[in-house]
């Protein structure tokens, strides 16, 4: 595994965020959703699509509390433009469990 710096860390822009809205992604190659998450006022909102489709749904998704790097450069997926990278990381069967933090916290905070 490959060391980084701190410094290198810190250009990482980690926040958390929460979903406002979400609809299935059917054109996608693989099952995913998009997603548009709302990072509070300083971010705003911004939409991604995931491949999450083993653990939620969109509707279990509104209202979900989850973690992004909002400072990656957009991307096209599809026909659709990512705007942000959700986190999560695999289960046993390795689909995807987005990461989120364990307490109520403010929209737009970022991880340290």
Request: hydrophobic share 40%.
């Amino acid at each position: 595994m490959a060391e980084i710096s701190f410094d290198d860390f810190l250009k990482v822009d980690i926040r958390v965020g929460k979903v406002v809205r979400a609809e299935p992604y059917p054109e996608a190659r693989k099952p995913a959703i998009k997603m548009w998450v709302d990072f509070g006022p300083e971010i705003g909102e911004r939409k991604t699509s995931a491949q999450v489709t083993k653990h939620y749904t969109p509707e279990s998704l509104i209202g979900k509390t989850v973690i992004g790097v909002v400072n990656f450069p957009p991307r096209q997926i599809g026909k659709f433009m990512s705007e942000v990278l959700v986190l999560g990381v695999p289960d046993a069967e390795n689909e995807v469990v987005l990461l989120s933090p364990g307490q109520d916290v403010p929209l737009g905070g970022r991880m340290f």
